[in-house]
């Protein structure tokens, strides 16, 4: 998994409108995701892959299901929320800090939203409920919703840097994810999306 970066194709406009839509404008009731968005991404589709541009923002990211690794460029940015690429066309969009949405890897974050979820990342903890969408093995809509806290965790990496902890509890399914703070911004993490898939961590460069 190497870096890539922009290619306007029409799935890849299509995909990042559609998690537009979603974070920004909400773009729907709270019962599940619009068919119209849902039409709009390709959840187990790579991208293309295409020249690597050095000059890009980088992330390292790994996949420990998986037993891989490497690195992704940042293709898009509208606000706070940042679309990542890497060579083989794996998608990961973060919103700030978080993976709201992973693509070809099969068992895809379609969306996660999290209100609350960064003003507690700012203050070093808080109490705020995420909604994570996944397809289920019929492509219908599978959301859970998880009441989250998030607090310093007990054990610190090292004197420049302090973790903290979010644990996250829904009705079927129980996460934790780690952050890794420096100079009061995320340097590192290791945030959970799908069943599939477990974890994945990524670190910025």
């Not at 969408?133 to 965790?153: I, K, Y």
Request: net charge positive; glycine share 12%.
């Amino acid at each position: 998994m190497t870096p890539m970066v922009s290619v306007k194709t029409p799935r890849r406009r299509t995909w990042h409108a559609a998690l537009v839509c979603v974070v920004l404008a909400g773009c729907g009731g709270s019962g599940g995701l619009p068919g119209k968005v849902l039409a709009g991404f390709s959840p187990t589709v790579a991208g293309v892959p295409v020249t690597v541009d050095t000059k890009a923002p980088m992330i390292d990211v790994s996949i420990a299901s998986r037993g891989v690794s490497g690195r992704m460029a940042r293709i898009s940015q509208r606000g706070d929320v940042s679309e990542w690429r890497s060579a083989d066309g794996i998608g990961l969009t973060l919103k700030g800090d978080q993976i709201i949405a992973t693509r070809g890897l099969g068992a895809d974050l379609l969306i996660a939203t999290a209100q609350g979820s960064a003003r507690a990342l700012q203050q070093g903890e808080g109490t705020f409920s995420r909604t994570m969408h996944w397809l289920d093995g019929e492509n219908h809509d599978r959301a859970e919703v998880f009441a989250c806290t998030l607090s310093r965790a007990q054990s610190q990496p090292e004197p420049s840097e302090h973790a903290l902890t979010e644990t996250c509890a829904g009705p079927q399914t129980r996460f934790t994810n780690t952050y890794f703070v420096a100079k009061g911004k995320v340097i590192r993490s290791v945030q959970w999306v799908s069943v599939g898939l477990g974890t994945i961590a990524f670190e910025r460069r």
